[in-house]
């Protein structure tokens, strides 16, 4: 982060256009918010405003449903390049480098929304200085919050006691919780946050039951082939093996998952890469340049002859990693 030599702080949120039909590089900007505060947290300025899209100046029913935002509002709002003039004018008048934001969303979708602009021959320069100015804050504060992974900026908020004015997913009202989680995080003790401990809970559990599920779908796959009377042997060897049955259960699904989606290939290629462990099977009509430099070795098997391969490389190496 900058160091700021009045100390004042920016946090924005972005809402963009959003919809079955709107691809992610195809995104435009449809509201802003910014919170400007000082180093004693003393909010100075709030900006809100909307924006009119120029490729898909309709809402679609996903947007409306996630935003609240309506066509009206849409419809009878500036470009967004002269909502951005005005940021970077607030930014500049309190001497702001940094501009806070939630996650790695917003710079490409930025970049997106110049994209359409240069695509409809439409000024876009005050967008760009934004979009330099993006700085993610989402990986600091989760490591500050001792959190297993990120989580939704609407959930974080709560145990802060924040409630939007309205409903989350308004730039406003976002950008307004990531002060309120900012400045929480750098003055409170979040030791005795109970609210927090209880969020920390509920994502070490989503993890764990994640890796649980991935488990099972995995060993699903694996043994959705039968097992050649080699391999049945070699099970019954290391089943009570919880490092070896891991590796021989992952290296099957490889096996396995290639050959169940590639149904019309005959001919297939175990690749070892550099990295320690790391393998990919791939039908031997995919085998490209970039591949083979990447690869360490690649060895040749057909669909009826996998289980040979299988049991060679489970039992070549002393596989400690998966």
Same mark, same amino acid.
């Not at 449809?30 to 909010?43: A, N």
């Not at 100075?44 to 996630?66: A, G, N, S, V």
């Not at 806070?100 to 979708?109: H, K, L, M, Q, S």
């Not at 097992?227 to 992952?250: A, C």
């Given at each position: 982060?900058?160091?700021?030599?009045?100390?004042?702080?920016?946090?924005?949120?972005?809402?963009?256009?959003?919809?079955?039909?709107?691809?992610?590089?195809?995104?435009?900007?449809?509201?802003?918010?910014?919170?400007?505060?000082?180093?004693?947290?003393?909010?100075?300025?709030?900006?809100?405003?909307?924006?009119?899209?120029?490729?898909?100046?309709?809402?679609?029913?996903?947007?409306?449903?996630?935003?609240?935002?309506?066509?009206?509002?849409?419809?009878?709002?500036?470009?967004?390049?002269?909502?951005?003039?005005?940021?970077?004018?607030?930014?500049?008048?309190?001497?702001?480098?940094?501009?806070?934001?939630?996650?790695?969303?917003?710079?490409?979708?930025?970049?997106?929304?110049?994209?359409?602009?240069?695509?409809?021959?439409?000024?876009?320069?005050?967008?760009?200085?934004?979009?330099?100015?993006?700085?993610?804050?989402?990986?600091?504060?989760?490591?500050?919050?001792?959190?297993?992974?990120?989580?939704?900026?609407?959930?974080?908020?709560?145990?802060?006691?924040?409630?939007?004015?309205?409903?989350?997913?308004?730039?406003?009202?976002?950008?307004?919780?990531?002060? !309120?989680?900012?400045?929480? *995080?750098? =003055?409170? +003790?979040? %030791?005795?946050? #109970?609210?927090?401990?209880?969020?920390?809970?509920? &994502?070490?559990?989503?993890?764990?039951?994640?890796?649980?599920?991935?488990?099972?779908?995995?060993?699903?796959?694996?043994?959705?082939?039968?097992?050649?009377?080699?391999?049945?042997?070699?099970?019954?060897?290391?089943?009570?093996?919880?490092?070896?049955?891991?590796?021989?259960?992952? !290296?099957?699904?490889?096996? *396995?998952? =290639?050959? +169940?989606? %590639?149904?019309? #290939?005959?001919?297939?290629?175990?690749?070892?890469? &550099?990295?320690?462990?790391?393998?990919?099977?791939?039908?031997?009509?995919?085998?490209?340049?970039?591949?083979?430099?990447?690869?360490?070795?690649?060895?040749?098997?057909?669909?009826?002859?996998?289980?040979?391969?299988?049991?060679?490389?489970?039992?070549?190496?002393?596989?400690?990693? !998966?």
């Amino acid at each position: 982060m900058s160091d700021n030599k009045n100390k004042y702080l920016c946090f924005a949120d972005f809402e963009f256009t959003c919809g079955y039909c709107i691809k992610r590089y195809e995104s435009e900007i449809l509201s802003v918010g910014i919170v400007i505060c000082d180093e004693s947290y003393k909010i100075k300025e709030r900006f809100y405003c909307t924006c009119r899209p120029h490729r898909f100046p309709k809402l679609t029913k996903q947007c409306i449903k996630l935003t609240k935002l309506t066509q009206n509002e849409i419809d009878c709002s500036p470009d967004s390049n002269n909502v951005m003039k005005i940021v970077v004018d607030l930014t500049e008048k309190y001497m702001i480098d940094d501009i806070y934001v939630w996650g790695n969303f917003d710079e490409p979708a930025l970049f997106s929304d110049i994209k359409q602009h240069m695509k409809f021959k439409q000024e876009y320069g005050s967008i760009q200085k934004v979009r330099k100015r993006i700085f993610d804050i989402q990986n600091e504060i989760t490591k500050k919050l001792k959190l297993p992974e990120p989580v939704n900026i609407g959930e974080l908020a709560t145990a802060f006691d924040y409630t939007p004015d309205g409903t989350f997913h308004n730039a406003l009202n976002d950008a307004m919780a990531l002060y !309120v989680i900012y400045k929480a *995080v750098y =003055t409170e +003790n979040l %030791n005795t946050n #109970k609210k927090l401990a209880v969020i920390r809970r509920q &994502r070490l559990d989503k993890i764990e039951q994640r890796r649980i599920e991935a488990e099972k779908k995995q060993k699903e796959t694996a043994f959705s082939l039968p097992l050649s009377d080699e391999e049945k042997l070699y099970y019954e060897e290391i089943k009570k093996d919880s490092v070896k049955l891991k590796y021989y259960i992952f !290296v099957r699904s490889r096996f *396995v998952s =290639t050959m +169940n989606n %590639n149904p019309d #290939k005959s001919e297939f290629l175990l690749l070892h890469f &550099r990295q320690d462990g790391h393998i990919k099977v791939i039908p031997k009509s995919k085998y490209n340049y970039t591949l083979q430099n990447l690869s360490e070795e690649a060895i040749g098997f057909e669909r009826d002859n996998f289980s040979e391969l299988i049991l060679k490389e489970c039992m070549s190496k002393d596989k400690v990693k !998966v």
